[in-house]
């Protein structure tokens, strides 16, 4: 779940995710946010771009981990082919997180970050 407390926003993963992301949740600095979009297929390679490193994948059902492509890092957190929040930073260890795109997590970041110029996008639809 996706939460906000002070100037830091962070993922906070389960602890069953946190085994399959061979990571903690990730954080950062909100003044960083660059922008968000919501994507409704997160299964192409304009989402999920490089290679799992570490983490668990298994196509089409869970992508939980680090995603390392040539322009630096993703934290994904993909379940079937659920729609996906995707949180862009700058200066930060993660380029980008892929989230759910639960209702609470939609709208926590309209509600709090609601000047980075939201947009909706159906990125790759039908391809896979």
Not at 9 to 18: A, G, R
Not at 19 to 48: C, D, M
Not at 49 to 73: D, N
Request: one cysteine or more; a positive charge.
């Amino acid at each position: 779940m996706l939460k906000i407390e002070g100037k830091q926003i962070s993922y906070e993963l389960s602890n069953l995710e946190k085994i399959g992301a061979l990571s903690s949740s990730p954080s950062a600095h909100i003044s960083n946010l660059i922008s968000f979009q919501r994507v409704e297929n997160p299964w192409t390679k304009e989402v999920l771009r490089g290679m799992r490193a570490p983490g668990t994948g298994i196509p089409y059902v869970i992508m939980l981990g680090t995603m390392r492509h040539k322009s630096g890092k993703d934290f994904c957190v993909v379940y079937k082919k659920r729609p996906v929040l995707i949180l862009e930073f700058s200066n930060e260890k993660f380029a980008r997180w892929v989230i759910p795109a639960t209702s609470e997590n939609l709208a926590l970041v309209k509600t709090k970050i609601g000047d980075k110029q939201p947009h909706n996008s159906n990125a790759g639809e039908g391809r896979n």
